[in-house]
């Protein structure tokens, strides 16, 4: 299924662009992104929890890149 949409550029041409080409739905399992389900015990859980807040929050450290300069 290909949806094609008319879009304007930043110049003013007209072009054509490939639209959405997902079919929508919902996930069939509800535990589904759960992740406490993957982890086996406390220690587990603690290693994942640090890490994701060292990755988010971290001074040195932004998103999954590394960066000299602050943004």
């Given at each position: 299924m290909?949806?094609?949409?008319?879009?304007?550029?930043?110049?003013?041409?007209?072009?054509?662009?490939?639209?959405?080409?997902?079919?929508?739905?919902?996930?069939?399992?509800?535990?589904?992104?759960?992740?406490?389900r993957?982890?086996?015990?406390?220690?587990?859980m603690?290693?994942?929890?640090?890490?994701?807040?060292?990755?988010?929050?971290?001074?040195?450290?932004?998103?999954?890149?590394?960066?000299?300069?602050?943004?």
């Amino acid at each position: 299924m290909e949806i094609k949409e008319e879009k304007t550029r930043f110049d003013g041409v007209k072009v054509e662009v490939l639209g959405p080409t997902y079919e929508p739905g919902k996930p069939a399992d509800k535990e589904e992104g759960n992740w406490r389900r993957k982890l086996r015990n406390r220690e587990e859980m603690l290693k994942y929890l640090k890490t994701s807040e060292r990755y988010w929050y971290s001074a040195d450290w932004y998103g999954s890149e590394r960066r000299k300069n602050p943004a």
